[in-house]
């Protein structure tokens, strides 16, 4: 294929940050605690962050386990904090406890972030309705990537969603990058590229020494040959 493959990586420091783009990331996801699956880092860790390598950078905003916004003024607050830092790409998505958008948390945080492009995250693979979350987000200003596996268990299982979604795109609420992680494999990757998905996300496949160690270059490299030859 002509068209080059997004590789984004999870990135916890300016360490793995380097790390990933030797290794031929194009984009990182930056978060603190992946113990509660990724929050919000302290500005201090983007700004050395944003100081150590020039590829896009995505900010996660979520101040706690699970998928309610839980305090939306502080979202807001914290929101506004990484804007002044100097951030301008932000990962996000929020449910309520009956499993569809809180669109209104969702609205009042990107109402702080003019002119930034975001990635609706994992969320969307546990939302009640899938179709319904997309369409009612369709129009939010600079949301341009989902962050999915198909499925709340990872590819495996979501391959199917993520292969019927590919095949709409262009169709209301599905103009949005596919930006396929979680439980992603390499082996995964051929059938992915032949649907004409062209955007993957690691995390645990960048750190064979698991999440107490840092980025390993050679292992991203791996996934850049691997995409760079589909």
Same mark, same amino acid.
């Given at each position: 294929?002509? +068209? ?5 990586? %999870?990135?916890? #420091?300016?360490? #793995?940050?380097v ?13 603190? #605690?992946?113990?509660?699956? $990724? ?7 983007? +700004?050395?962050? @944003?100081?150590?390598?020039? %590829? ?5 905003? =979520?101040?706690?386990?699970?998928f309610?916004?839980?305090?939306? #003024? ?33 609205? @009042? ?14 969320? %969307?693979? =546990?939302?009640?309705? @899938?179709?319904?979350? @997309?369409?009612?987000?369709?129009d939010?200003?600079g949301?341009?990537?989902?962050? +999915?596996?198909?499925?709340?268990? $990872?590819?495996?299982? $979501?391959?199917? +969603?993520?292969?019927a979604?590919? =095949? =709409? ?5 599905? &103009? ?14 051929? &059938? ?9 996300? %690691? ?10 160690r ?10 850049r ?6």
């Amino acid at each position: 294929m002509s +068209t080059r493959a997004v590789l984004e990586v %999870i990135a916890l #420091d300016a360490e #793995d940050a380097v790390a990933a783009q030797a290794g031929g990331a194009d984009r990182l996801e930056l978060v603190t #605690d992946m113990a509660a699956d $990724g929050l919000t880092p302290p500005s201090r860790t983007f +700004t050395a962050v @944003r100081a150590a390598v020039d %590829i896009d950078l995505r900010v996660m905003l =979520r101040l706690t386990d699970g998928f309610a916004a839980g305090d939306v #003024d502080r979202l807001v607050g914290v929101a506004g904090d990484m804007r002044a830092a100097g951030a301008d790409q932000f990962v996000l998505g929020f449910l309520g406890a009956d499993g569809d958008v809180d669109l209104a948390a969702v609205e @009042r945080v990107v109402a702080e972030l003019p002119g930034c492009r975001w990635t609706f995250h994992r969320a %969307i693979d =546990r939302a009640a309705d @899938r179709d319904a979350l @997309r369409k009612q987000l369709a129009d939010l200003p600079g949301l341009d990537t989902y962050l +999915t596996a198909g499925a709340a268990t $990872g590819v495996d299982e $979501g391959l199917p +969603t993520l292969l019927a979604e590919a =095949r =709409r795109r262009g169709e209301p609420g599905y &103009g949005q990058t596919l930006l396929v992680g979680g439980g992603l494999r390499l082996d995964h990757v051929p &059938g992915l590229r032949a649907a004409g998905i062209d955007a993957f996300h %690691i995390g645990g496949a960048a750190r064979p020494g698991g999440w107490n160690r840092p980025v390993s270059t050679p292992s991203v490299r791996e996934w850049r040959r691997m995409l760079d030859e589909d």
